[in-house]
Nanobody
Framework: QVQLVESGGGLVQTGGSLRLSCAASGSVFGINPMGWYRQAPGKQRDLVAVVTSGGSTIYADSVKGRFTISRDNAKNTVYLQMNSLKPEDTAVYYC????????WGRGTQVTVSS
């Protein structure tokens, strides 16, 4: 079993910043791709950013230049630094780790007020 615990969400004004963290624990072996997805009300869950096993990063076009994903392999933790936040970034943000199966956190709410 793998558990993912997210933290760092909250309410922020347009143009503000937040930093999300996600710690993986349990049966985590090796360095695995980890990422962040988000789901706004009435919409599907979409990729925000992923960091691969080799450390490469992939971003959704909508967050390029504003968000930065990073990881601490020793802690099995992934971070998402979100700057210049916009109201359209409002969503529940989910952490993911890809092993033999995909594992998901319970999500953390990010709300950006205009």
């Amino acid at each position: 079993q793998v558990q993912l615990v997210e933290s760092g969400g909250g309410l922020v004004q347009t143009g503000g910043s937040l930093r999300l963290s996600c710690a993986a624990s349990g049966s985590v072996f090796g360095i695995n791709p980890m990422g962040w997805y988000r789901q706004a009300p009435g919409k599907q869950r979409d990729l925000v950013a992923v960091v691969t096993s080799g450390g490469s990063t992939i971003y959704a076009d909508s967050v390029k230049g504003r968000f930065t994903i990073s990881r601490d392999n020793a802690k099995n933790t992934v971070y998402l630094q979100m700057n210049s936040l916009k109201p359209e970034d409002t969503a529940v943000y989910y952490c993911n780790i890809r092993m033999k199966y995909d594992y998901w956190g319970r999500g953390t709410q990010v709300t950006v007020s205009s």
